[in-house]
Antibody
């Protein structure tokens, strides 16, 4: 079964750090661009970051640039999101999502179930 | 940055109705647009990509059109399973989402 499974969420104080993981299975992980998308409670979807199949192309939303770092490990079939200097407004459910067809430009055809990040003192 | 604006924010409709949701981009995105459906407590589900291509397994009552900056999602005959929130997304540059349209029971 093709799937993505996120982990690593939790409660963290403002200014703290957290590392999210996205484990892929059921497809050739090294062929696909992976994204992180977040959704604050009761709000809409916000694209956060993307990493291409070979890690050549990495992009961030302005709201997280300089604080978040995306990376991937093909040996572990995983993508990571290192989140530093966390703020209350980073509180959200974080999804990882695959870009369809193995291209760098495409819709997100496979999504994980999400991992919740809560930033609060 | 490309901004995506959906309208309406909320739509009240009945089973069997034809429903149309509009999405506007702040600059041309060619046809690099997707539509997603999200139900409470669930991850978004891809419905259409490249403005009008139906994702595998998605019912044919869903259709999309448009190019450049104006796009529409149409549900030809609303079914009980279609009451949900719908998002457009441009993926021409990065991946901005619209603010969502909640389709609720009238």
């Amino acid at each position: 079964e093709v799937q993505l499974v996120e982990s690593g969420g939790g409660l963290v104080k403002p200014g703290g750090s957290l590392r999210l993981s996205c484990a892929a299975s059921g497809f050739t992980f090294s062929d696909y661009t992976i994204n992180w998308v977040r959704q604050a409670p009761g709000k809409g979807l916000e694209w956060v970051s993307s990493i291409s199949s070979s890690s050549t192309y990495i992009y961030y939303a302005d709201s997280v640039k300089g604080r978040f770092t995306i990376s991937r490990d093909s040996a572990k079939n995983s993508v990571f999101l290192q989140m530093n200097s966390l703020r209350a407004e980073d509180t959200a459910l974080y999804y990882c999502a695959r870009v369809q067809f193995g291209g760098s430009k495409g819709a997100f055809d496979i999504w994980g179930q999400g991992t919740m990040v809560t930033v609060s003192s | 940055d490309i901004q995506m604006t959906q309208s309406p924010s909320t739509l009240s409709a009945s089973v069997g109705d034809r429903v149309t949701i509009t999405c506007r981009a702040s600059q041309s995105i060619s046809r690099w647009l997707a539509w997603y459906q999200q139900k409470p407590g669930k991850a978004p589900k891809l419905l259409l990509y490249k403005a009008s291509s139906l994702e595998s397994g998605v019912p044919s009552r869903f259709s999309g059109s448009g190019s450049g900056t104006e796009f529409t999602l149409t549900i030809s005959s609303l079914q009980p399973d279609d009451f949900a929130t719908y998002y457009c997304q441009q993926y021409n540059i990065e991946g901005t989402f619209g603010q969502g349209t909640k389709v609720e029971i009238k």
